[in-house]
């Protein structure tokens, strides 16, 4: 392509966030549902990214919101899993599908329960997102939620509705019984294989803690790494009191 195409420029205006450079790539002739060399689309890249206002300008010229990028990726997925709540917001707004299913069959509210990213999961469920869905290996959602360790995102889903309220409270109290770290560790030795040396950090903000584990190389490098909250105590607490209401 020619690097005066506007659809070549596209790309590069809106993964910097541009929205000048976009409004004038649009006007110029580049296409809201451009894709580039790999298939991924302009408004994919945009969600992903983080960049709301450049998400409503393609949004506003023509791009289709539930468009799947390279086939595979839907842009509410991807934005959801990045924690990208006004992005998530916009699409919606503009008619997103808040269950489409994506690769794999995850949802949007499968991404954001799985990285416990409560303000996206509000904004889905309010939106119409099915709060019992399941996920792509049949967990109910309050089950994922409960596994990441976010009250936030199981608070969330109990406000919705959500069943399997036992199923949950088993995961949290399995949890709270060996352990954020030792769930993370055993988890990166099924998938890389035990012996790798690890290292542990701990994250604090405004929802609480979030433990990561990373395996090292032999160099001592990150090659590998997971983190859950450390939220079981309390959704444990909430679990049993909503299951002690009458009819859960």
Sequence with gaps: MS??????LLFPAVYEGDEDAV????????????????GESALYLAAVSDRPAVVRLLLVAGAEPDRLSRGTDAPLCGAAC?????????LLAAGAHPDIVEEFGFTALTWALRRGHT?????LLEAGADPGRPGPAGEPPLVTAAHRGS?????????????ARGEALAEAR???GVGVEAELREGLARTHGAGHASVTHRHTSPEGVTVEVQFLDERG???AGDDLET???????LLKASTTRPGH
């Design 23 to 38: 409004v004038r790539l649009l006007r110029a002739g580049a296409s809201p549902e451009a894709v580039d060399e790999e």
């Design 174 to 176: 399995r949890l709270l």
């Design 119 to 123: 303000a996206v999961a509000e904004a």
């Design 221 to 223: 490098r990150p090659f």
């Design 151 to 163: 009250a936030g995102c199981v608070r969330a889903l109990l406000a919705h509705g959500a069943g």
């Design 3 to 8: 690097t005066n195409d506007p659809a070549a």
């Design 231 to 237: 939220g079981h105590a309390e959704i444990v607490a």
């Design 82 to 90: 990045g924690g990208h709540t006004e992005v998530v917001r916009a």
